[in-house]
């Protein structure tokens, strides 16, 4: 059955987590393979100013929502985005440690998301944009905890952190969505204009940012095209990481979409029962990955 936002789980801010970021974590942490491995800490690198971003750009229109829902929803939205951010910053140092030029990438992302697109484009696009952003972290988010196989040899504590990023995206995905359509009132093809600019461009920065950090690693020219080549065949295969979300991520395009028609995650419910119980968001994770292992 399709949901709608009367049946949508309540967004709850988890603060103040302990992943054991500071542990032993492999460089190489999902499955030993570098190209797997940098492409999700490319991800890493991105979120922080991201979700500054995100933030951002629904604040522009909370002053015009009436809605006391809707209201509570951005504010719990903001604190889980800035939350996100705080982790992902913490897990980024060790990438500098490694040798990442994590602030170069930051500063790179500030200056194309806040001195060019929060100056240049309309904020009903910019917010058109985190809605597609949303969407498109959501339905990740479903790949990665209902394909127990994904994430089956990935280090147990980066598997926790991205199962409890994905858990809130789920929590919020429509957040953003609601006030595009509600308040800054988004017409179709100003939305679906805004998906397709996101998706090509989160696609090339992570890309790019991968293939800095694999040339930082030392591999040479030809290593990184053998890694590259398989990368990316693991990304965009028919089934492949990507590809196999592509039915999920169709449904932006449908004129009468909304988030909670895809409801949630089978998964879900029992992350949120072992972390309520446990307040430990590791054994929450590998509750969800022993389910399906």
């Not at 991105?46 to 209201?71: A, H, N």
């Not at 009903?124 to 969407?135: G, N, R, V, Y």
Request: hydrophobic residues 40%.
């Amino acid at each position: 059955m399709s949901q709608t936002n009367s049946t949508s789980p309540p967004i709850v801010p988890r603060e103040k987590l302990d992943f054991g970021l500071d542990g032993d974590i492999p460089k190489y942490w999902f499955d030993n393979h570098p190209f797997k491995s940098r492409f999700f800490d490319a991800m890493s690198t991105i979120f922080p100013e991201g979700e500054r971003y995100f933030i951002s750009c629904v604040r522009d229109f909370r002053d015009q929502v009436t809605d006391p829902k809707l209201l509570q929803e951005i504010k719990d939205f903001m604190r889980q985005e800035g939350q996100h951010g705080i982790v992902h910053t913490t897990y980024n140092q060790r990438l500098k440690d490694q040798g990442i030029d994590v602030d170069m990438l930051e500063r790179i992302e500030h200056h194309i998301l806040f001195d060019i697109v929060r100056k240049k484009v309309p904020k009903k696009m910019t917010l058109a944009d985190t809605a597609a952003a949303e969407h498109l972290t959501a339905i990740m988010a479903h790949s990665f905890c209902e394909d127990k196989t994904l994430l089956a040899n990935a280090d147990h504590r980066m598997r926790a952190m991205y199962a409890w990023h994905a858990m809130e995206e789920v929590e919020h995905k429509a957040v953003a969505f609601d006030v595009m359509q509600k308040v800054a009132k988004v017409n179709y093809f100003q939305r679906i204009l805004a998906m397709m600019i996101v998706t090509l461009g989160f696609n090339i920065h992570a890309l790019l940012v991968t293939r800095y950090m694999l040339k930082v690693d030392g591999f040479s020219r030809w290593q990184r095209t053998k890694l590259w080549a398989k990368g990316l065949w693991w990304l965009y295969r028919p089934g492949g990481l990507f590809m196999s979300l592509f039915g999920h991520y169709i449904q932006y395009y449908k004129p009468g979409f909304h988030p909670w028609q895809n409801g949630q995650m089978r998964s879900y419910k029992l992350w949120l029962d072992t972390y309520n119980r446990t307040g430990d968001p590791i054994q929450a994770g590998e509750a969800v990955y022993a389910a399906g292992a």
